[in-house]
């Protein structure tokens, strides 16, 4: 296993958590892949997302897998008027993270975060390790205080 820098940080903030490694498939980097390739209920597997909103300007949101981003919602939990997903092709330079291995822990930037308030009722959510092919499972609580974040409805009914 790798030591991601999502990981460390973890370590060094005496965060519990447990890894989950699966096999990665190039042609399908979708989380729902992800999700089964584990063996995890899709309900507590969350992608994580990055927007950009009018005045915010970037934030966060973490939905599970097979979930859809209710644009209105989030720019309503984040105090803003319009938000828009950041294109593919500037999510490295934003977060440091490439597609299927972006992390909501260690960012380039500690950017505003939203977790799906679903995620409350887990005992245990998993979200990326920083890499492809790994993952991170923790408790919601303890991601919420580690990325300074606020649980909100983000998804689509």
Known sequence: MVKTNAMR??????????TREYEV?????????????????????FKTLVLKGEKMGYLVCCIPVDGELDLKKVAKAAGDKKVE??????????TGYIRGGCSPIG???????????????YSEIVVSGGLRGQQ??????????????????????
């Open 136 to 157: 991170i499972a923790l408790q919601p609580q303890s991601l919420i205080g580690f990325v300074k974040g606020r649980f909100a409805s983000l998804m689509q009914d």
């Open 25 to 45: 498939d190039e042609q399908n980097l979708s989380g729902s892949h992800a999700a089964d390739m584990m063996g995890a209920d899709h309900g507590c597997v």
């Open 85 to 94: 997903m950041i294109p593919m092709k500037d999510l490295q330079k934003i």
């Open 9 to 18: 940080m973890l370590d060094k903030a005496k965060i519990e958590y447990t």
């Open 107 to 121: 960012m380039k930037k500690q950017f505003p975060t939203f977790i799906e308030e679903s995620a409350r009722s």
